[in-house]
């Protein structure tokens, strides 16, 4: 007996090829609605999560994993409904892991047990290699899963993360995977070691390469070191971003929870001047481009580009002066 065909004159009456804008819109599906609200996470979309070494990224991570697999909205981060979520993570002993998730089940009950999975098997294989790629994808289509999260994602690959062309081609392999899977990524990965306070997305390592692939950006910072407390600042491709919004971590269910306190105001961002480039070279001395950029970044709280305009502009005035590679005041 032959078998039936599914009914796809739906699909067959659908018009392709060049459309008037009447037709686009006419035959335009409604867009799905997100996974995590608002405009977090969206249906098949890629976030990255970032911040300097311990400041929580993969607690917080872990959080969103058991909000999505139990449809429970925390912290401020609003989820429609429960999905399947596959973490792949490679920094700690599968003992450990269940460790760290248990008291984060607590709050939540049995609610995400059928929905979270763990590939334990993830340590060791490398998006960067097809053998790799084939072992994650098939993990993804045992799981089911809508959401798979990659923590961290230098631990995926062995590429040169300075390198922009292998940055390029390894999220080339991030969009097979999605692609392939039609899963929603989340990935948790290094910034570089100067973030000036108005980087979001460009604070990434491979910044360039990211922003072609990346939906949306979330950064964690910690205003003090001596209290439990970040800061997420948020960077969207398709939504305006909303304010940055400050956690506290609860020690003893390892979930960070919406802060009374608000964020300091960002002050306006300014002109970096010539004197204050002239500053930075009277207190370090002679030092090479970069380093004269990222302290330029650090005391003046610049973006990247402004202190390289500083910079080229204090050399064509010659109140700095470029000397065998490196920087210094005129004599």
């Known amino acids: ?23 686009l819109l006419q035959h335009q599906p409604a867009p799905t609605p997100a996974l ?12 990255f999560v970032g911040g300097e070494p311990k400041v929580g990224k993969s ?7 058991l909000a999505l697999a139990s449809g429970c909205s925390r912290a401020g981060f609003q989820i429609p409904r429960p999905r399947r979520v596959l973490i792949c993570q490679f920094e700690l002993p599968t003992s450990q892991f269940a460790a760290r998730l248990a008291p984060m089940r607590q709050p939540i009950g049995e609610a995400a047990d059928s929905n979270l ?27 089911k899963a809508e959401v798979v999260v990659l923590d961290p994602l230098y631990s995926t690959h062995d590429q040169d993360e300075n390198d922009t062309r292998a ?9 097979r995977l999605r692609d392939a899977s039609g899963s929603a990524l989340i990935v948790v990965h290094h910034v570089r070691k100067s973030v000036g306070r108005y980087e979001i997305g460009s604070a990434f390592r491979g910044s360039s390469a990211l922003h072609a692939v990346g939906d949306s950006y979330l950064l964690l910072v910690r205003p003090s070191p001596q209290l439990p407390t970040i800061e ?17 971590l609860d020690s003893h269910t390892l979930w960070f929870e919406a802060s009374t306190s608000k ?3 960002a002050h306006a961002r300014r002109k970096v001047e010539t004197a204050d480039v002239e500053r930075v070279l009277a207190a370090s001395g002679s030092v090479r481009f970069n380093q004269l950029r990222e302290q330029i970044m650090s005391e003046s709280e610049c973006s990247r580009r402004t202190a390289q305009l500083a910079i080229r502009r204090a050399c064509k005035e010659g109140s700095i002066i470029q000397d065998n590679g490196q920087y210094r005041l005129p004599l």
């Open 117 to 143: 999975l763990i590939d334990t098997q993830a340590a060791g294989h490398l998006l960067s290699s097809a053998r790799g790629l084939d072992h994650f994808l098939r993990a993804i289509r045992n799981a």
């Open 1 to 23: 007996m032959r078998e039936k065909l599914p009914d796809n004159s739906e699909a067959a009456t659908r018009p392709c090829g060049v459309l008037s804008l009447g037709q």
């Open 167 to 175: 940055m390029a081609a390894l999220c080339q392999t991030l969009l």
């Open 59 to 65: 607690l917080l991570v872990a959080n969103l994993a």
């Open 263 to 265: 964020p300091a105001p």
């Open 36 to 47: 995590i609200d608002p405009a977090v996470l969206p249906f098949s979309g890629i976030l």
């Open 232 to 248: 997420l600042r948020f960077q969207f491709r398709y939504a305006p971003a909303p304010e940055p919004r400050l956690l506290t």
